[in-house]
């Protein structure tokens, strides 16, 4: 038997196993509550519900800060004993697996967790027709030869609203499965596929297949990007690898490639043209590419400007109506746009979005330039929700930021022996900072959305599946992803001048579907909305508990 290393006794009260026992029981603990909350303690009756997402979020913020302690306090007493404990021992083989295999769990872990709460969401009538059901419904009368075309933005094709011209791209992959769940699965691939992207750029510049990982990682954990997937659809949402791939092959002068992947990113919306424009100034600044870098800041604002003041309006037959999100700042002067910057709202916004990669990003300045047009779009815009975790409009923005602090860490260690030698240390402060960063996980969602499911919406949704094909149809907002594969479908006005009996007159709708527990605060209550509905003209076709189906009687879809 070997004798124990001098060091090792300095815990001399602590046997080894009962130490390798302490910090397994730590370690799994600490996955436990970051991959559920300690939920499924909550389900097992074993403790009482928390109360508030922020509560959820504590578990695994103090678990994970334990199991840290607990690590620290050996490293600090004792180097020997800290390698020789079987949790690092895991941690070090799995870290020295190749990159590949590392990120391709990832993505298979990523992708089955928000693939998952976005299936339980749309099962329990979470999802919305905005936008799920918008972009949906366009593809799929895409495929029936109707280009775009939403009933539910009014009538229009969708590039009247946002320039989009990537849903007809995602067409043909739509016709393998006809089905909401399907834009679901395309976005979630998307954002997953970044793993690798962001893992490939860090390796590449740094040369540590650690710090790949690490990156790669922290990733997975941020939140804005996790909370788009879980807020339905976007179709924006679906360029953001292609924003990495721009920017390697820019990095690698393959030119070609570069172009055919910013035509993707542009097709995402028609504010991804800053994009372009800001690729293009980083390649005439940076890169010294000043043909380049000319055409695509002059084609980008030429483009830009044809898209929101001709093409959109041409097609919807009215103003372009994002603009009046930026009104304010065309009456303001120069002073008041320095204060749409640096007021508290906005600081806040930009450590929010920095902050989980430690601020790195702003040791590296021209990488950090290329955040600035999404952020500026974000932080400038009189509506609070550009500036919210909640949605979706830190697309465009998280790549760079991620670009950026892999740059600003390469910084960092060519320039500062102090960090070089202690980039393990700063890893696990990134990565603890991401943790404590991250919100509440996957689980949680999936367990808020489960715990709404109930026998009478899997009642609702099977009978919604029943409605025919080329019926026209009014609903509610929640009803409409399931109603999605129709020509015309019509959602309730939340708007209490507008009564639900009007809209089935106005759009001739085949059929009426409502439910008391999904009607509109404020609007007509629903006992007088069915006489109304019936004195139209339409006949009760199925009701359940509080759940009807009404029919025109002239209806001729049977």
């Given amino acids: 038997m070997v004798p124990p290393k001098p060091s090792q006794r300095q815990l001399p009260l602590i046997p080894m196993t009962l130490l390798n026992l302490i910090t397994w029981a730590a370690g799994i603990a600490c996955l436990f509550f970051v991959f559920t909350n300690g939920i499924p303690l909550i ?35 004792s180097e020997d004993l800290f390698e020789d404990l079987w949790v690092v021992r895991a941690i070090r083989n799995f870290l020295n697996q190749p990159l590949d295999m590392i990120t391709t769990l990832f993505f298979m872990v990523y992708s089955f967790a928000l693939i998952l709460v976005g299936f339980i969401r749309h099962a329990a009538l979470e999802t919305r027709a905005f936008d799920l059901g918008i972009f949906s419904q366009a593809v799929w009368n895409t495929l029936q030869g109707d280009f775009l075309y939403s009933s539910i933005k009014g009538g229009i094709c969708l590039l009247g609203d946002h320039f989009s011209p990537i849903l007809a791209l995602i067409a043909p992959l739509f ?86 992947s910013l035509a993707v990113v542009i097709a995402g919306k028609e504010n991804m043209l800053m ?31 044809m898209e929101v003041r001709w093409a959109i309006p041409k097609i919807s037959g009215q103003p372009y109506l994002y603009q009046g999100f930026y009104q304010h700042l065309l009456k303001g002067s120069p002073l008041d746009w320095l204060g749409a910057v640096f007021n508290g709202d906005s600081i806040e916004y930009i450590l929010k979005v920095f902050s989980p990669l430690l601020f790195l990003s702003f040791f590296h300045g021209p990488t950090l330039i290329l955040t ?72 949680y969602y999936f367990w808020q959305s489960w715990i709404h499911r109930s026998p009478h919406r899997d009642m609702i949704r099977e009978k919604l599946n029943s409605i025919p094909e080329k019926a026209v149809v009014v609903t509610h907002n929640n009803f409409i992803p399931q109603l999605s594969e129709r020509k015309y479908v019509y959602q309730f006005d939340y708007n209490p001048t507008v009564t639900k009996t009007e809209m089935a007159v106005r759009h001739n709708a085949d059929f009426v579907i409502f439910d008391r527990e999904f009607w509109e605060r404020g609007t007509l209550a629903p006992g007088q909305t069915l006489l109304n509905l019936q004195a139209a003209g339409y006949e009760i076709y199925f009701q359940k508990n509080g759940f009807y189906i009404l029919q025109h009687r002239d209806s001729q879809v049977r």
């Fill in 372 to 443: 600035l047009p999404v952020l500026a779009q974000n932080i400038l815009s009189n509506n609070d929700v550009f500036r919210s975790f909640a949605y979706h409009y830190t697309t465009g923005l998280t790549p760079f930021v991620f670009i950026s602090a892999i740059y600003g860490w390469d910084v960092l260690v060519r320039r500062f022996s102090w960090f070089s030698g202690r980039q393990v240390l700063f890893g696990c402060l990134l990565l603890f900072v991401s943790l404590m960063r991250s919100g509440p996980s996957e689980y």
């Fill in 275 to 305: 994009v372009a424009f800001i690729f293009g100034f980083y390649a005439w600044m940076f890169k010294k590419m000043r043909s380049l870098g000319t055409v695509l800041m002059l084609v980008s604002v030429v483009i830009f400007v």
């Fill in 43 to 77: 389900q097992a009756g074993i403790i009482s519900e928390l109360g508030s997402k922020s509560r959820y979020v504590q578990t695994m913020r103090i678990s994970v800060a334990v199991f840290l302690a607990v690590l620290l306090l050996i490293r600090w007493k």
């Fill in 175 to 260: 016709s393998l499965w006809p089905d909401p769940r399907m834009l679901l699965i395309l976005q979630v691939f998307a954002a997953a596929s970044c793993i690798f992207l962001i893992a490939q750029i860090a390796r590449e510049k740094t040369g540590n297949h650690y710090v790949a990982v690490l990156f790669s990682l922290a990733y997975c954990f941020f939140l804005p990007t996790r909370n788009a997937l879980h807020e339905d659809f976007h179709p924006e949402v679906l360029v953001d690898p292609f924003i990495l791939l721009c920017f390697i092959f820019l990095e690698k002068n393959r030119i070609s490639w570069f172009l055919m």
